[in-house]
């Protein structure tokens, strides 16, 4: 742990290592996806965007048992009993996120049968179950059976000779009991998940196992069918490389993806009505425990109602589509250099276009005067890339591009692989990263041939080169001339392609070389500079918060008087309004948006420090990937940047509030006397949106 020995000292209190003051990184989680579904009731979004909050619940669900349970549950096997800064053991935190889900599926299925779907009706959009699919011409629905279903599907009979096959992880599977026997009917990831009739309604829809189930029989011509159920089976997804024994990364991370599909189980969803014995059956054979058994009354994972949202074309039910602005200093500019060079350029997406972060790397492809293009990819857009496209070219006409692709970045590993084999075709120099490092910061460098010299420009940002992403999220990004910063992240490159063991650069932090000791340092400075003349402040904008000593030093800047407020969209394992943190605020915002920016904002001794990074405040961030803070040092960027997380900060209509019991409740709720204010919508509304016409 970095910053300076007082500070050091002030953190060891025992006072602030109780239990007590930590909440639980996994509960904390889900009590995050608790808020995106209830988002879904918020009448405040259309009703196909609220149905979107839900299918988001249940995939961000499915990605935390893949993950982050599949990792607990390594940990119980391997025997660890240690106990977190929450003073919870990996068994005891298993119990309690067991606990917790099904509450959260309960309420899931109460949300949807009881407030989505009456509402669904109401707007013509029906699915048909049960006695309901009598109302739908059985011949219509056996032609489409027979031309689109029937030659996907492959019976797997089930007995001493058949053992249970390989299931992969995700798919939906019938299971089948015959008069004679058992099978199992796995359903392809191809069929729809709800299948379109448009009927007497203006849209209607068949869940795609009700449809198989009408027409079992002729999967097993001469068997009678007794009953089916459905189920569904959550592997375990994280891939363990060991980089040091890796002769070749990316052939390793191929290998790894395959065995990723036939990972541990670690979830059985299953119908409600599935028998025990039967239950007991794939246990047996799956080698799973009776607790990772998940029975839902109702529909069985409802991640896939992207299949209704597409399928529904009616605009007064979704968000209505508004275009990103471009900032002024960019509007009318012919060549983009000369616009950064006159000054720098802060953006806030996807208020402000996404477009010149493309044209920056477009127009260096095809200036005549660029030499060199260096950029970090961790995620990006698949095969129609902008960004990637644009590198490519780069090669081409003849540019030295080097590319650091992260690999290992979760689930689009697949995607980086892609384009990590297309660039090295094209001639790139890739790198793959660095041993036993993440490369998640998100940055380019340009380098530009200018009169009888060479000049840099940059772009450095919290989200990642993502044009699709880059639509819904929200991030902050910088394009940059300035000197020094350029020059830091040209010697960065060099610390991520040569290895070059830099420790310190001029204006730049770095995980994990200096980035934890400059936010201590920072934290420690409004502590010192704090007075009741003069009060000190901290604003943070981040995704996360769950570093102890992050969250230690927080508590003594509390304890001094400091003013602590926190934006923090997702995990928050931090404490407020406690003996220890009686100055602190913690506000998270779920809305229409994906709040995905960072800013770090300090406030002492009649000076504001504000920087942006791709780092949240969590160890895997600060010491186990090479993340970027950079300053946002000029007057006017530093008062966008305050200015956008004073907004946030401003919100009442889509935050909530952290309280010291651990519980968030809506902001309006705490305070009813609160005026309707979105901070989303303001953004929206400072590019020349009316409010009236965005919903």
């Known amino acids: 742990m970095g910053g300076s020995l007082r500070l050091q000292n002030s953190l060891r209190i025992p006072e602030l290592n109780r239990p007590e003051l930590y909440l639980n990184r996994e509960l904390s989680w889900l009590e995050f996806n608790a808020r995106v579904l209830e988002e879904s009731l918020h009448e405040v979004h259309p009703l196909l965007s609220r149905m979107r909050f839900l299918s988001i619940f249940y995939s961000n669900l499915d990605e935390f048992f893949m993950i982050r349970v599949a990792g607990i549950k390594e940990q119980i096997r391997a025997g660890v009993r240690e106990r977190g800064p929450d003073g919870l053991t990996p068994r005891q935190t298993l119990q309690r996120i067991q606990e917790r889900v099904r509450q959260l599926l309960v309420r899931a299925q109460e949300i949807f049968y009881t407030r989505l779907l009456p509402a669904l009706e109401e707007e013509g959009v029906v699915i048909y179950q049960g006695r309901r699919l009598n109302r739908l011409p059985r011949e219509a629905l056996r032609k489409y059976f027979q031309e689109k279903v029937f030659p996907l599907l492959t019976p797997l009979a089930i007995d001493s000779a058949h053992p249970v096959p390989p299931l992969r992880a995700l798919e939906y599977i019938v299971w089948v009991e015959l008069r004679d026997g058992s099978a199992l009917v796995p359903i392809p990831q191809v069929l729809p998940r709800f299948v379109p009739f448009h009927s007497s309604q203006r849209y209607g829809f068949v869940p795609i196992e009700a449809l198989i189930g009408l027409f079992l029989e002729e999967l097993f011509p001469g068997r009678r069918v007794r009953e089916y159920h459905l189920f569904r089976l959550t592997r375990d997804a994280d891939i363990e490389i060991s980089e040091a024994e890796a002769d070749d990364l990316l052939q390793l991370v191929e290998r790894e993806l395959r065995r990723r599909r036939l990972g541990a189980v670690v979830r059985l969803e299953a119908s409600a009505g599935m028998p025990a014995d039967t239950l007991r059956f794939l246990m047996d054979e799956l080698e799973f425990e009776p607790e990772d058994i998940y029975q839902v009354e109702g529909f069985l994972g409802l991640e896939r109602l992207w299949d209704i949202l597409h399928e529904v074309d009616e605009p007064s ?13 960019l509007q009318g500019k012919a060549n983009i250099f000369e616009a950064i060079a006159q000054g720098d350029i802060l953006l806030h997406h996807p208020y402000d276009s996404f477009v010149p972060v493309a044209e920056f790397i477009q127009a260096a492809a095809r200036d005549p005067n660029v030499l060199a293009i260096k950029q970090t990819l961790y995620r990006t857009t698949g095969e129609k890339s902008l960004i990637v496209q ?45 041993l036993g490092l993440k490369i998640h910061s998100k940055c380019a460098l340009i380098v530009r041939k200018e009169g009888n010299g060479l000049r840099l420009y940059a772009h450095l940002s919290t989200g990642n080169y993502n044009e699709k992403t880059a639509q819904m999220y929200t991030d902050i990004g910088l394009l940059t001339a300035d000197p020094e910063i350029t020059r830091d992240l040209a010697e960065l490159f060099n610390y991520l392609t040569g290895n070059s063991g830099q420790r310190n650069w001029r204006r730049i932090a770095v995980a994990p070389e200096n980035l934890r000791e400059m936010f201590l340092s920072e934290i420690e400075r409004c502590m010192a500079e704090h007075s009741p003349e003069q009060p000190s402040r901290i604003l943070l904008v981040i995704n996360a918060l769950v570093d102890p000593d992050m969250i230690r030093a927080l508590y003594a800047a509390s304890l001094r008087g400091v003013l602590v407020d926190l934006v923090v969209r997702g995990i928050c394992c931090l404490v407020p309004g406690t003996s220890v943190s009686p100055t602190i605020r913690v506000h998270s915002i779920i809305g229409r948006f994906l709040e995905h920016s960072r800013l770090y904002i300090f406030q002492s001794g009649g000076e ?43 919100d009442t209509t889509h935050t909530w509030i952290l309280g010291a019991d651990g519980v968030y409740r809506r902001r309006r709720e705490v305070d009813p006397t609160l005026p309707p204010f979105s901070a989303q919508l303001e953004f929206l509304r400072l590019r020349g949106f009316p409010a009236k016409e965005i919903s």
């Open 608 to 650: 504001l420090r504000v920087w942006s990074g791709s780092a949240d405040w969590m160890p895997r961030n600060l010491d186990r990937r090479v993340e970027i803070a950079y300053p946002l040092d000029t007057p006017s960027l530093a008062k966008q940047a305050l200015d956008i997380a004073e907004t946030l900060l401003a």
């Open 317 to 329: 039910l979704l968000d209505r589509p508004f275009v990103p602005a471009v900032p002024a200093a």
């Open 390 to 434: 644009a590198l490519r070219e780069a090669v081409e006409r003849g540019k030295q591009v080097t590319v650091l692709i992260e690999l290992k970045a979760r689930f689009d590993e697949e995607t980086n692989i892609y384009w990590a084999k297309e660039l090295e075709k094209a001639g790139a120099n890739v790198i793959y990263g660095l």
